[in-house]
């Protein structure tokens, strides 16, 4: 187990909207930027060529993938991208790719060479297993040839110092070709990190009632690794903030803490709000205290924390995928302090083996969770109030005494097990 994870901050970027330039050059000048930030791993989207045929938008999408073992030149060089990797490690940080082998673009160059490496359905004509994705194809992982092939490939960008990988619909691709990974692959470079963008259960069933993979989470732990997608209890929270019905957020309380116990040991979830396929926190709300709770809520949860480029900036509209469409750079300095204090929080943790020991199951539109440092024998509690207004809670976790707030440096004195919160809170015992 990699333990650095359980405090590890990853800032995702998509290169083309990052910078005005949108290439490798411009992102290496930025990465002291993320460093400052807090952030310790960079994640890239896709850096591959992308397909023409059924291209969406102008530019096309980063997962529809025409050469795995190529780099779109948009975004620079070989040479380019090495200085980047370099770069990177000069700073103490890793970076690590998304890789998308579930499918290719409808062009690549892996359909022209082995047409019989992908799915056609009962026509007989290249398709998708689920969806109608219409510029990409899927493959089929019958073929042990192909199974080796884009292993070799992950081993090429390991070769040139990529630390890792995060797997696209990780869910749908066959536990033997992770197995492979984990014995042809991780065996040699046993420090890759390894993310699995693993689906939700609806997904899961929807998969294998119609004959396809539908991978577990113990499937993907067992094979090596490190990080999966929350997307479960991520769905129930989704329903909250669509219709603010309170029955949404108790049945997220439940699918949480079932979360937690369904993970094997040893396993992490990635938190964080944002990314690439889903709405931002200023999207979701307008109400500045309800963003602000679900922000730190997100920080405060045990696993490996997400930035999707923009959080920091306050971005308030979902970046396409498909077009050239420049992240937000204003800065709004609350917001920003408060990103860059919530990852100090977490980064500066990394040596107290932080374990959530439990969540409250008290009705009502807030959450308590403690965390355990066992090394250190304390305890931090979070409160985190998924109200637009002010609420007096009484809970078993607030011990009477006094209390540091992580976020503000303030002093806060509980009395009769009670608190009144509005903004998030994370606390720490000092009497």
């Given amino acids: 187990m990699k333990t650095y994870l359980k405090n590890s901050v990853i800032y995702q970027v998509f290169v083309r909207n990052f910078t005005k330039e949108g290439d490798f050059k411009s992102l290496t000048k930025k990465l002291e930027y993320i460093k400052d930030l807090g952030c310790n791993i960079i994640q890239l989207l896709p850096i591959c060529p992308i397909g023409i045929v059924g291209r969406k938008g102008t530019l096309g999408s980063p997962y529809a993938i025409k050469d795995y073992n190529e780099i779109n030149e948009e975004y620079g060089s070989w040479n380019d991208f090495k200085k980047l990797i370099n770069k990177t490690h000069s700073l103490d940080m890793k970076i690590i790719l998304d890789i998308v082998y579930n499918h290719t673009s409808r062009d690549s160059k892996l359909l022209n060479e082995h047409p019989e490496w992908f799915y056609k359905d009962k026509n007989g004509s290249f398709a998708n297993k689920l969806g109608d994705w219409s510029d990409v194809y899927d493959l089929d992982y ?161 696993g490996c924390s997400f930035v999707c480029n923009g959080l920091e900036t306050k971005q308030s509209k979902h970046i396409s995928l498909f077009d050239k469409d420049l992240m937000d750079t204003h800065i709004d300095k609350e917001w920003f302090n408060l990103v860059k204090k919530l990852i100090a929080i977490k980064r500066n943790e990394e040596n107290r083996d932080i374990s959530l020991s439990s969540i409250s199951e008290e009705k009502g539109l807030y959450l308590a969770i403690r965390n355990d440092y066992r090394t250190i024998h304390k305890y931090s509690l979070g409160l985190f109030n998924f109200s637009k207004k002010e609420l007096k809670i009484k809970n078993p976790y607030l011990l009477d005494g006094k209390y540091k707030d992580l976020i503000s440096d303030s002093i806060l004195e509980v009395k009769d097990n009670s608190l009144v919160i509005s903004e998030p809170l994370i606390l720490e015992k000092i009497d």
Wanted: some cysteine; overall charge neutral.
């Fill in 142 to 302: 019958s073929s042990s040839q192909l199974q080796t092939y884009l292993i070799n490939s992950l081993e090429k960008y390991l070769s040139l110092g990529v630390d890792g990988f995060r797997f696209d619909v990780g869910s749908l691709i066959p536990k033997s070709f992770w197995y492979n990974v984990k014995n042809r692959l991780l065996s040699k470079y046993p420090n890759t990190i390894m993310l699995c963008e693993s689906i939700d259960y609806s997904f899961n069933l929807e998969a294998r009632r119609k004959g396809f993979n539908g991978l577990s989470d113990g499937e993907f732990i067992t094979n090596g690794f490190d990080l999966l997608y929350e997307y479960n209890s991520r769905n129930y929270l989704n329903k909250y903030f669509e219709t603010l019905d309170p029955l949404y957020f108790e049945k997220y309380k439940t699918v949480l803490a079932n979360e937690y116990q369904a993970l094997p040991e040893g396993g992490l979830r990635i938190r964080g709000y944002e990314n690439h396929d889903s709405l931002r926190i200023c999207e979701l709300t307008k109400n500045k205290q309800l963003r602000r709770n679900i922000l730190a809520y997100e920080f405060f949860l045990d």
